[in-house]
């Protein structure tokens, strides 16, 4: 597509249930990172991958946090037991190659609220 | 670790008015320095980037200069217009071993009255 999208755009959870995040990148995009932006802030790093490898999973909360690429294309970000403070917009982003260096695009998001 | 630093919102201006919004790093090696803009129900767009000192990047009549002796990336736009209210991110890309990870500051709340 032209470019990243993600689904749902909105999704209020109650405390205690998974939730599912999707992204579709840009085709033919290479790596493909998950970040957390809380409410008044700057988003924060939560995953890397490139193509289906998970290179960098530093940046996720907790283990109820999971992330997946299995073909290397759209990518799941998983939160189970989902928590109040899980509360945020998670955004995904990619890139066309492993060089990032000159930034890379953003999806709209997925605003999560957590009841 | 990597730091950015970037003055506090929410700023208020008249259309026409000139805009600076500070940003300052902390960062080792040789980072990458961008803005990215957040647009109200928006993701974020890459506003403008840097890669190296003494580069100037610019778009849309925004411009920053990379200043490595004072760490600064400071955004400026000589006459902003109501359309250019929104959210100004500054973030920085490492040049070490994490150097796909973006690193960004809080964000400051630009609102532009007619």
């Known amino acids: 597509g032209a470019g990243v999208s993600q689904s749902p755009r909105y999704k209020v959870a109650k405390r205690g249930q998974d939730v599912a995040l999707r992204c579709d990148p840009i085709s033919g995009h290479v790596s493909l990172f998950w970040y957390q932006q809380a409410l008044g802030q700057g988003p924060e790093f939560l995953t890397y991958?490139?193509?289906?490898?998970?290179?960098?999973k530093s940046g996720l909360p907790s283990d109820r946090f999971f992330a997946e690429r299995p073909e290397g294309s759209v990518s799941t970000l998983k939160i189970q037991r989902t928590q109040q403070e899980d509360s945020a917009v998670y955004l995904c982003a990619s890139s066309l190659s492993w060089d990032v260096s000159y930034g890379y695009t953003f999806g709209s998001g997925t605003r999560l609220t957590v009841v | 670790g990597d730091s950015v630093t970037q003055m506090e919102g929410p700023v208020t201006l008249s259309e026409e008015a000139f805009l600076t919004i500070n940003c300052t790093y902390t960062?080792?090696?040789?980072?990458?320095l961008f803005w990215y803009v957040q647009y109200p129900g928006e993701g974020l767009q890459l506003l403008l980037k840097?890669?190296?000192?003494?580069d100037k990047g610019s778009n849309k009549g925004f411009e920053a200069t990379y200043r490595k002796e004072t760490t600064s990336f400071h955004l400026e736009k000589g006459s902003v217009q109501v359309s250019d209210s929104a959210v100004y991110f500054c973030?920085?890309?490492?040049?070490?071993?994490?150097?796909?990870?973006?690193?960004f500051g809080k964000g400051t709340l630009l609102t532009v009255n007619p």
């Open positions: 973030a920085l890309l490492n040049s070490g071993g994490s150097n796909y990870k973006l690193t």
């Open positions: 840097a890669t190296k000192a003494d």
């Open positions: 960062a080792t090696g040789y980072p990458s």
């Open positions: 991958f490139q193509n289906e490898a998970q290179l960098d």
